[in-house]
């Protein structure tokens, strides 16, 4: 009798990715996040794309396992293409795919097997903003301004300082900026290519990635073969 072979699921994190950033402003959501591939300390890739769109009216951002993203992808998927088919002239929203996240992460979690995510859901439908966010093992909630990873400890007060919900497109865009600069400069699993989305009710505008501005003029950084005699 042939041996049945039992199938691998991911149990420990390989490639992962950093913080996700996300913020309500005047016409919708915002949402930011590096392009790194962390390979255990190694920062091996430089070109992941985490943010991805879920519809007609989300977008979802993942820090975690890329691998487990992927699959979260793929039930995505599955969910939108059968709401497709009943060819209602409706189509799942932001809050119902938000609700259908947090249901699959509690799951496997009680399963023992949980999918090594921290997820931010955003969008807007019917001229509603919402924006949520669920961890690996489904504990879920809504707000104005979301983070994931370091970005919790490294960004979050930044957000709370400078954040109103009149925030123009602009506005939201600079204060991503200096959020995802911050962490650049703090997190070692983060890269200075990063990729923003925004969700309107006229759609999702996924930006093509781009890399910082940023300052390192510190003498020690310009010639750091000197020693460290005179140069700080």
């Not at 249901?103 to 949520?132: A, E, I, T, W």
């Amino acid at each position: 009798m042939d041996s049945v072979t039992e199938s691998q699921r991911t149990q420990t994190p390989y490639v992962t990715g950093s913080s996700v950033i996300a913020i309500k402003y005047k016409d919708g959501i915002l949402m930011a996040a590096d392009m790194g591939g962390s390979y255990g300390s190694t920062l091996r890739y430089k070109s992941v794309e985490r943010l991805k769109t879920v519809g007609k009216h989300s977008i979802i951002g993942a820090s975690g396992e890329i691998s487990d993203f992927q699959e979260i992808q793929r039930y995505l998927n599955e969910l939108i293409l059968n709401d497709n088919m009943w060819d209602d002239a409706n189509s799942l929203g932001p809050k119902e795919v938000h609700n259908y996240l947090t249901r699959v992460m509690y799951n496997r979690r009680n399963k023992f097997d949980p999918l090594l995510n921290s997820l931010v859901l955003g969008g807007v439908k019917n001229g509603r903003k919402y924006l949520g966010v669920v961890n690996n093992i489904g504990i879920s909630f809504e707000d104005n301004q979301i983070t994931t990873g370091l970005g919790n400890h490294l960004a979050m007060p930044e957000l709370r300082k400078e954040w109103h919900e009149n925030l123009s497109f602009e506005e939201g865009v600079k204060l991503l900026e200096k959020c995802m600069r911050t962490l650049l400069y703090r997190d070692r699993s983060a890269v200075n290519k990063i990729q923003m989305a925004r969700m309107t009710e006229e759609g999702v505008t996924m930006f093509p990635p781009y890399s910082l501005t940023t300052y390192w003029e510190l003498s020690a950084f310009k010639n750091p073969t000197a020693g460290a005699e005179g140069s700080w």
